[in-house]
């Protein structure tokens, strides 16, 4: 199953790559060099997944996402990027002695780069089209903040309800299980994802100017998408058709796509 981690990878990383150095300015490479050393320093991820984060860091920089045209660092997908790198990197460690009981704790090298590509690949596959192709109106910052936004609700539901919603439920069944089980679902861990999840489109409203309506439904679809996470994790993965990461970035995906259609329906 790690063939489809490496294929994330291929698809993800050079399509970034490629968008960020054609349209790259010394402040976008100088904030993803500094983002990635931090992350190392953290521990939060490998030195190869610090580079692919710096990547998606750098496209989601330099894409002219804010409806009102201005472009800046501060007006980019930046800020929401760092929201999620600061809730996702302390869910993670919260609670950690109990997970590490559990065997449930992460790796103390961090995440590695099949990881963070299959987390912030959507987001990052969309900054690159709006480089490439942009198009007028919020339409890439939609997919672009739900994406991140459906990215730190899995994480915060999965580390925070692993710790404190007791023993979860298995989405398609609603039977009890053990914590950390593909596709369960807790009260506590639900709430908190939604938390963290209202929490990045609220960066994306101050920062690129994102409207009531497209915020409404960059939340909406970073919610289908946690749902979607669980269905997938519960049913595929499960069954061993698909892996994490794949489960992850389809969820992303499938968190944009919703988004959009929202955006386009209402």
């Not at 590490?100 to 961090?110: D, F, I, P, T, W």
């Not at 198009?135 to 609700?153: H, Q, S």
């Not at 519960?234 to 499938?254: C, I, K």
Request: aromatic share 6%; glycine share 10%.
């Amino acid at each position: 199953m790690r063939w489809q981690s490496w294929v994330i990878l291929a698809a993800v990383v050079p399509l970034c790559a490629i968008a960020t150095f054609q349209h790259a300015t010394r402040t976008a490479l100088g904030i993803s060099v500094a983002l990635a050393f931090l992350v190392l320093l953290a521990r939060a991820a490998t030195p190869l997944a610090a580079l692919t984060g710096g990547v998606m860091a750098a496209a989601l920089t330099l894409a002219p996402l804010s409806p009102s045209g201005l472009s800046s660092w501060y007006r980019s997908a930046l800020p929401s990027l760092m929201a999620l790198f600061v809730l996702t990197w302390a869910a993670t460690r919260f609670g950690r002695s109990q997970k590490q009981r559990m065997g449930l704790a992460e790796h103390k090298r961090g995440r590695n780069a099949a990881q963070v590509a299959a987390n912030l690949g959507a987001a990052g596959v969309g900054a690159a089209l709006a480089l490439t192709h942009p198009l007028p109106g919020p339409f890439y910052a939609v997919v672009v903040v739900a994406a991140l936004a459906e990215a730190t609700a899995d994480t915060l539901a999965s580390e925070l309800g692993e710790v404190l919603g007791g023993p979860p439920l298995l989405v398609t069944t609603f039977a009890r299980v053990a914590p950390g089980t593909d596709g369960a679902v807790s009260l506590t861990g639900t709430v908190a994802g939604m938390g963290g999840a209202v929490l990045v489109v609220l960066v994306a409203v101050v920062t690129l100017g994102l409207g009531r309506g497209p915020a409404v439904c960059a939340l909406l679809g970073a919610v289908s998408g946690l749902f979607i996470d669980s269905l997938l994790g519960a049913t595929t993965e499960r069954r061993g058709w698909l892996n994490n990461d794949a489960v992850n970035f389809l969820s992303t995906l499938a968190a944009s796509a919703m988004a959009i259609l929202i955006f386009i329906v209402r």
